[in-house]
């Protein structure tokens, strides 16, 4: 039986196109973005009542860290604790290179760790950058979508105009699959919100939500 009626990894880029002002604002954005109250309404909406939460950060190959672990959310007060840590998140890796099959491998290896199972399993992987090293992205994302895994994006253009085309092709997967864009920075906020909306909105339509 199913302990969750989600269970999301939330996974940030910090590569080196993402400077340090940049990534306060990806975890200031992700913070706000939970604490919207449809959003906090419908990680608490399933029949379960809950939701299991993760925050991990990464650039190139070896430079992954699981930054605030599977945390369940069941009440209104631990998803806004959940949204103030991941706003307070250090960024403790090095910035280097962008290992997109890296990371979506170390999520992989998180969700085998999680302390329950959940009905609805979800990575959002979020980055301005193409990968360029290590693990090609669909080698790993065609093994969890095969394993039932969804796999979203949230790319950021400012760099690369046309990166929504290679999370397209090389990234996201899985039942009901989707990437949104926003230009730069400035406009995370929003993004992540609406995209977290769409989340649930998709995680419902597929009946695994009330």
């Not at 959310?73 to 706003?87: G, I, K, Q």
Request: hydrophobic content about 50%; glycine content about 10%; overall charge negative.
């Amino acid at each position: 039986m199913d302990d969750a009626d989600l269970a999301l990894i939330l996974a940030l880029d910090c590569s080196a196109s993402v400077s340090i002002e940049s990534f306060g604002r990806m975890a200031s954005g992700c913070a706000a973005g939970l604490r919207d109250p449809a959003v906090t309404a419908g990680l608490l909406a399933g029949p379960q009542g809950a939701s299991l939460l993760a925050l991990l950060i990464w650039s190139g190959p070896g430079a992954q860290e699981v930054m605030a672990g599977w945390t369940r959310l069941d009440t209104p007060e631990s998803v806004a604790a959940f949204a103030e840590e991941v706003e307070n998140v250090p960024r403790t890796i090095r910035a280097g290179a962008t290992a997109i099959g890296d990371a979506l491998h170390a999520c992989e290896a998180l969700l085998l760790a999680a302390p329950a199972g959940a009905a609805c399993v979800v990575i959002d992987m979020v980055g301005d950058g193409k990968s360029n090293q290590g693990i090609l992205p669909h080698v790993v994302r065609d093994r969890l979508v095969a394993g039932g895994v969804t796999i979203n994006g949230l790319c950021v253009l400012h760099e690369e105009p046309d990166l929504l085309a290679h999370y397209q092709a090389e990234v996201i997967g899985g039942p009901g699959a989707f990437a949104m864009t926003c230009q730069d920075f400035s406009e995370f906020e929003e993004a992540m919100r609406q995209k977290l909306r769409r989340e649930i909105i998709a995680a419902r339509q597929r009946g695994r939500l009330a």
